[in-house]
Nanobody
Framework: QVQLVESGGGLVQAGGSLRLSCAAS????????MGWFRQAPGKEREFVAA????????YSADSVKGRFTISRDNAKNTVYLQMNSLKPWDTAVYSC???????????????WGQGTQVTVSS
């Protein structure tokens, strides 16, 4: 089992940047595919990005391609989401998730963090 804690959210102006972190406790972090998701008020949860076990492969939603970058440091049990050129519609609660699978996909995540709020002002 793995516990996930996100940090790094906050208020930023449009065009700005934020870096989210997700620290994982428990064993075998490198055996979990990791993902980031977001949920805006009144909307369903949306997939943002995922990263493979080693970090060698990533997959991102079209809405964030070219602006957001997911990465991981297995030595630190941490996954990151670098968010650049932020837009007001990126405002949401961002959560990280983990699944004990090598499948790089948008679904079937088993463990979730509590989330961190990102607010982008216009």
């Amino acid at each position: 089992q793995v516990q996930l804690v996100e940090s790094g959210g906050g208020l930023v102006q449009a065009g700005g940047s934020l870096r989210l972190s997700c620290a994982a406790s428990g064993r075998a972090f490198s055996m979990y595919t990791m993902g980031w998701f977001r949920q805006a008020p009144g909307k369903e949860r949306e997939f943002v990005a995922a990263i493979s076990l080693s970090g060698g492969s990533t997959y991102s939603a079209d809405s964030v391609k070219g602006r957001f970058t997911i990465s991981r440091d297995n030595a630190k049990n941490t996954v990151y989401l670098q968010m650049n050129s932020l837009k007001p519609w990126d405002t949401a609660v961002y959560s990280c998730a983990a699944k004990r699978s090598a499948l790089l996909s948008t679904g079937q995540y088993d463990y979730w963090g509590q989330g961190t709020q990102v607010t982008v002002s216009s």
